[in-house]
């Protein structure tokens, strides 16, 4: 049971334009949603979070953007650069419970 | 700072034979504890986590099990590997918060 499902397994975008990156759930429970960034054979770095409270976060060039009506997040990354090229992961969790990971995309940032 | 480290980095073994993985934590006390598997190609998927010692709950049923000894130590097993036990595996810790940061990972392959 996918409760959390990243539809788009990659995506391709110029250097200095912006990616966006999606993330659809099911669990209406969900309360507290992460990113993660994953290099080849590494763990998953924590990027950005956001609290069902609020439906946008912000850091730096990376903003989240929450739509509890829709069941559906964003991260959105401005300008892109080669080195955001990775795996992005979106997760959902209801009460600091158990996280649920989405399949991912492969985000590639051309030069 | 809290640091998570797993070993070994990468692992080949034969069907059927024994498994064990280790992953310690430091610089925090009582953390939440996490196995996670990933697939070739596929998202993360969770396999075991733990809120304290000798506190397992398992998330699939499989030939896997997890261990905690120790309130810092992790530990994932098989008696019998099977092909299907290849991927990457990855522990991960939290604290009272809702962000989990994952440790290098083990590359397994069963041949």
């Known amino acids: 049971d996918q409760q959390v499902k990243q539809n788009s397994p990659s995506l391709s975008v110029q250097e200095g334009r912006i990616s966006i990156l999606n993330c659809d759930y099911t669990?209406?429970?969900?309360?507290?949603f992460l990113w993660y960034k994953k290099y080849p054979a590494e763990g998953p770095t924590f990027l950005i979070s956001?609290?069902?409270?609020?439906d946008k976060n912000e850091d730096g060039r990376f903003t989240v953007f929450l739509n509890k009506s829709a069941k559906h997040l964003s991260l959105h990354i401005v300008p892109s650069q080669p080195g955001d090229s990775a795996v992005y992961f979106c997760?959902?969790?209801?009460?600091?419970?158990?996280?649920?990971f989405g399949a991912g995309t492969r985000l590639t940032v051309k030069p | 700072s809290q640091t998570i480290h797993q070993w070994p980095a990468t692992l080949v073994q034969p069907v059927g034979s024994p498994l064990s993985l280790e992953c310690t934590v430091e610089?925090?006390?009582?953390?939440?504890l996490y196995w996670y598997r990933q697939a070739a190609g596929r998202g993360l998927q969770l396999l075991f986590y733990?809120?304290?010692?000798?506190?397992i709950s398992s998330e699939v049923p499989q030939n896997l099990s997890a261990s905690r000894p120790q309130d810092r130590q992790f530990i994932l097993s098989s008696k019998k590997l099977l092909l299907s036990d290849s991927g990457f595996y990855l522990c991960a810790w939290s604290d009272a918060g809702t962000v989990q940061f994952f440790g290098p990972g083990t590359r397994l392959t069963v041949l």
């Open positions: 610089g925090t006390s009582n953390p939440n």
């Open positions: 997760a959902a969790s209801v009460r600091n419970n158990d996280m649920r």
């Open positions: 956001i609290s069902s409270i609020k």
């Open positions: 669990n209406s429970m969900f309360d507290y």
């Open positions: 733990s809120v304290g010692i000798g506190q």
